[in-house]
Protein backbone atom coordinates (compact mmCIF):
# COMPACT_ATOMS: atom_id res chain seq x y z
CA UNK A 1 0.00 0.00 0.00
CA UNK A 2 2.21 2.23 0.91
CA UNK A 3 4.50 1.72 -2.35
CA UNK A 4 1.78 2.37 -4.10
CA UNK A 5 0.84 5.80 -2.41
CA UNK A 6 4.10 7.20 -2.70
CA UNK A 7 4.30 6.35 -6.83
CA UNK A 8 0.49 7.63 -6.90
CA UNK A 9 1.62 10.46 -5.13
CA UNK A 10 4.39 11.68 -7.63
CA UNK A 11 2.59 10.69 -10.62
CA UNK A 12 4.43 7.62 -11.49
CA UNK A 13 1.78 4.45 -13.61
CA UNK A 14 3.12 1.33 -13.12
CA UNK A 15 2.48 -1.66 -14.60
CA UNK A 16 3.20 -4.42 -11.49
CA UNK A 17 3.59 -3.82 -7.76
CA UNK A 18 5.08 -7.20 -5.90
CA UNK A 19 6.74 -7.40 -2.51
CA UNK A 20 10.18 -5.11 -3.65
CA UNK A 21 9.32 -5.22 -7.36
CA UNK A 22 8.21 -2.40 -9.21
CA UNK A 23 7.33 -2.38 -12.78
CA UNK A 24 6.86 1.48 -14.75
CA UNK A 25 5.27 1.75 -17.32
CA UNK A 26 7.24 4.63 -18.38
CA UNK A 27 10.61 6.04 -17.12
CA UNK A 28 10.25 8.95 -13.96
CA UNK A 29 12.16 11.62 -13.98
CA UNK A 30 15.21 12.58 -11.90
CA UNK A 31 13.30 14.67 -9.61
CA UNK A 32 10.25 11.59 -9.37
CA UNK A 33 12.99 9.67 -8.86
CA UNK A 34 14.42 11.86 -5.99
CA UNK A 35 11.00 12.39 -4.18
CA UNK A 36 10.28 8.60 -4.43
CA UNK A 37 13.51 7.52 -2.17
CA UNK A 38 12.84 10.21 0.15
CA UNK A 39 9.48 9.25 0.84
CA UNK A 40 10.39 5.68 1.10
CA UNK A 41 13.54 6.60 3.17
CA UNK A 42 10.71 8.05 5.61
CA UNK A 43 9.47 5.12 5.93
CA UNK A 44 12.23 2.79 6.30
CA UNK A 45 12.18 1.27 2.79
CA UNK A 46 14.59 1.78 0.44
CA UNK A 47 15.00 2.49 -3.35
CA UNK A 48 17.21 0.33 -5.06
CA UNK A 49 18.57 1.67 -8.32
CA UNK A 50 21.57 -0.44 -8.80
CA UNK A 51 21.82 -3.58 -10.68
CA UNK A 52 24.06 -5.48 -8.24
CA UNK A 53 21.91 -4.06 -5.31
CA UNK A 54 18.58 -5.75 -7.00
CA UNK A 55 20.36 -8.92 -7.67
CA UNK A 56 21.50 -9.44 -4.30
CA UNK A 57 17.73 -8.39 -2.94
CA UNK A 58 16.82 -11.36 -5.36
CA UNK A 59 18.97 -13.68 -4.55
CA UNK A 60 18.02 -13.14 -0.68
CA UNK A 61 14.27 -13.43 -1.20
CA UNK A 62 14.90 -16.67 -3.00
CA UNK A 63 16.91 -17.95 -0.23
CA UNK A 64 14.73 -16.61 2.65
CA UNK A 65 11.87 -17.79 1.05
CA UNK A 66 13.35 -20.94 -0.02
CA UNK A 67 14.45 -21.82 3.84
CA UNK A 68 11.92 -19.77 6.24
CA UNK A 69 8.45 -19.87 3.95
CA UNK A 70 8.79 -23.40 2.18
CA UNK A 71 7.50 -26.59 3.79
CA UNK A 72 9.51 -28.55 2.03
CA UNK A 73 13.35 -27.34 0.88
CA UNK A 74 14.17 -27.81 -2.59
CA UNK A 75 14.84 -31.67 -4.14
CA UNK A 76 17.59 -30.23 -6.88
CA UNK A 77 20.96 -28.00 -5.64
CA UNK A 78 20.28 -24.86 -4.01
CA UNK A 79 22.67 -23.46 -6.96
CA UNK A 80 20.23 -24.77 -9.62
CA UNK A 81 17.18 -23.44 -7.70
CA UNK A 82 18.51 -20.35 -7.35
CA UNK A 83 20.44 -19.71 -10.66
CA UNK A 84 16.32 -20.41 -12.11
CA UNK A 85 14.53 -18.58 -9.84
CA UNK A 86 16.72 -15.81 -10.03
CA UNK A 87 17.14 -16.28 -13.96
CA UNK A 88 20.96 -16.39 -14.27
CA UNK A 89 23.94 -18.44 -14.16
CA UNK A 90 24.80 -19.29 -10.22
CA UNK A 91 28.65 -18.53 -11.13
CA UNK A 92 27.70 -15.18 -11.61
CA UNK A 93 25.51 -14.77 -8.95
CA UNK A 94 27.68 -16.71 -6.37
CA UNK A 95 30.70 -14.10 -7.85
CA UNK A 96 28.45 -10.67 -7.36
CA UNK A 97 26.89 -12.02 -4.04
CA UNK A 98 30.06 -12.27 -2.47
CA UNK A 99 31.87 -8.99 -3.90
CA UNK A 100 29.09 -7.09 -2.61
CA UNK A 101 28.03 -8.89 0.64
CA UNK A 102 31.77 -10.19 1.66
CA UNK A 103 30.23 -14.26 2.63
CA UNK A 104 29.24 -16.76 -0.15
CA UNK A 105 25.99 -17.60 -0.78
CA UNK A 106 26.64 -20.50 0.64
CA UNK A 107 27.45 -19.21 4.19
CA UNK A 108 24.04 -17.37 3.89
CA UNK A 109 22.07 -20.59 3.06
CA UNK A 110 23.84 -21.77 6.22
CA UNK A 111 23.12 -18.76 8.60
CA UNK A 112 19.37 -18.91 7.78
CA UNK A 113 19.11 -22.58 8.19
CA UNK A 114 19.95 -22.37 11.62
CA UNK A 115 17.67 -19.12 12.17
CA UNK A 116 14.94 -21.56 11.28
CA UNK A 117 16.67 -24.91 13.26
CA UNK A 118 16.45 -22.19 16.11
CA UNK A 119 12.48 -21.87 15.27
CA UNK A 120 12.43 -25.20 15.09
CA UNK A 121 13.97 -26.14 18.24
CA UNK A 122 11.55 -23.19 20.21
CA UNK A 123 8.30 -24.04 18.42
CA UNK A 124 9.12 -27.92 20.12
CA UNK A 125 6.99 -30.26 17.53
CA UNK A 126 10.02 -31.78 15.69
CA UNK A 127 12.74 -33.45 17.45
CA UNK A 128 16.56 -32.89 16.25
CA UNK A 129 16.00 -36.06 13.99
CA UNK A 130 13.18 -34.73 12.49
CA UNK A 131 14.42 -31.22 12.05
CA UNK A 132 17.64 -32.40 10.64
CA UNK A 133 15.78 -34.43 8.21
CA UNK A 134 13.17 -31.63 7.47
CA UNK A 135 16.14 -29.01 6.67
CA UNK A 136 18.64 -31.52 4.25
CA UNK A 137 21.41 -32.36 7.06
CA UNK A 138 23.25 -35.73 6.32
CA UNK A 139 22.73 -36.52 9.74
CA UNK A 140 21.86 -35.36 13.25
CA UNK A 141 26.19 -34.66 14.09
CA UNK A 142 26.29 -32.57 10.76
CA UNK A 143 23.50 -30.38 12.07
CA UNK A 144 24.49 -30.23 15.74
CA UNK A 145 28.50 -29.27 14.49
CA UNK A 146 26.90 -26.22 12.26
CA UNK A 147 24.71 -25.38 14.47
CA UNK A 148 27.53 -24.80 17.01
CA UNK A 149 29.62 -22.96 14.34
CA UNK A 150 27.33 -20.50 13.72
CA UNK A 151 25.76 -19.71 17.23
CA UNK A 152 28.24 -21.47 20.13
CA UNK A 153 26.20 -23.58 21.45
CA UNK A 154 24.60 -27.33 20.61
CA UNK A 155 20.82 -27.12 19.90
CA UNK A 156 20.73 -28.98 23.04
CA UNK A 157 21.75 -26.27 25.31
CA UNK A 158 19.86 -23.81 23.19
CA UNK A 159 16.55 -25.56 23.87
CA UNK A 160 17.70 -25.88 27.48
CA UNK A 161 17.84 -22.47 27.64
CA UNK A 162 14.52 -21.28 25.76
CA UNK A 163 13.17 -24.03 28.08
CA UNK A 164 14.67 -22.73 31.08
CA UNK A 165 13.52 -18.81 30.22
CA UNK A 166 9.99 -19.87 29.52
CA UNK A 167 10.34 -21.33 33.04
CA UNK A 168 11.55 -18.64 34.56
CA UNK A 169 8.29 -16.38 32.80
CA UNK A 170 5.98 -18.76 33.93
CA UNK A 171 7.16 -18.19 37.79
CA UNK A 172 6.85 -14.49 37.57
Known amino acids: MLVRDELLKIGVKYVSLELGMVEILESITT ?4 QLKENLLK ?5 LDDK ?15 IHYSDELPKVNYS ?3 SEKVG ?4 YLANTFS ?3 GMTIQQFIIIHKIERVKELLIYDELNLTQIAFKMHYSSVGHLSNQFKKVTGLTPSFYKQLKDKRKANLEDL
Not at 53 to 66: C, H, N, P, Q, Y
Request: glycine share 6%; aromatic share 6%; net charge neutral.
Open 31 to 34: EQRK
Open 43 to 47: SGLEL
Open 52 to 66: KSILIEKIKTVITGM
Open 80 to 82: DYI
Open 88 to 91: NDYT
Open 99 to 101: EVK
